[in-house]
């Protein structure tokens, strides 16, 4: 039942990139790796539940109302739930997300995107 | 408000073995980091809480009922609420521990071990 991962292989494992792949679950939190390049999300707030960003390869911004905040790989950002922010993605980057079970869905994790 | 953080700074940051450093909080769950060696904990159970174990540097065996796992850097697994479990840490070890805030205590984070 207990089972060993390695975060890096997880995320190398999804071959796509905006596949969010579950990998573990922990105290009604999901864990997902996810491969993203050239995207920016719309704002958008998950009024339940606070987010883990993790970045495992790469780097990126999170865009929130007080700008942008950039982040590398080794580093981790706790988004509060009920706060607005977006992910802008340029170069390829590898995360680990966490946020209660049931938070991502299409509107706010990879189905609408602008340049 | 929201902050960035880079995990092996944060747990290069302690200079101490056996003390755990909060690093933030998600979903009720606390984030902590620390540096340990040498050491073997009690069992024991947390009723409440899933645990999860990151290793972000070195490598240490969990231990169950079922045996030794072996877990090296980069590597993780969660422990279910209800499952004995120690930690047996040998050479030093840096890990990013995550568990319902009020998990551990002396009983079960440190302040007992056997050689």
Same mark, same amino acid.
């Given at each position: 039942?207990?089972?060993?991962?390695?975060?890096?292989?997880?995320?190398?494992?999804?071959?796509?990139?905006?596949v969010?792949?579950?990998?573990?679950?922990?105290?009604?939190?999901?864990?997902? +790796? +996810?491969? +993203?390049?050239?995207?920016?999300?719309?704002?958008?707030?998950?009024?339940?539940?606070d987010?883990?960003?993790?970045?495992?390869?790469?780097?990126?911004e999170?865009?929130t109302?007080?700008?942008?905040?950039?982040?590398?790989?080794?580093?981790?950002?706790?988004?509060?739930?009920?706060?607005?922010?977006?992910?802008?993605v340029?170069?390829?980057?590898?995360?680990l997300? +966490?946020e209660?079970?049931?938070?991502?869905?299409?509107?706010?994790?990879?189905?609408k995107?602008?340049?």
């Amino acid at each position: 039942m207990l089972e060993v991962k390695n975060l890096l292989n997880e995320v190398n494992s999804v071959d796509e990139l905006y596949v969010y792949k579950k990998i573990a679950r922990m105290n009604g939190n999901v864990l997902s +790796v +996810v491969q +993203v390049a050239d995207r920016t999300l719309d704002f958008h707030v998950h009024e339940n539940s606070d987010e883990m960003f993790c970045v495992l390869e790469g780097s990126f911004e999170l865009e929130t109302s007080e700008g942008l905040i950039p982040l590398k790989a080794g580093e981790f950002i706790i988004v509060p739930k009920g706060t607005m922010h977006r992910p802008v993605v340029k170069e390829l980057a590898k995360f680990l997300m +966490v946020e209660f079970e049931g938070t991502l869905n299409k509107e706010n994790s990879g189905d609408k995107y602008e340049d």
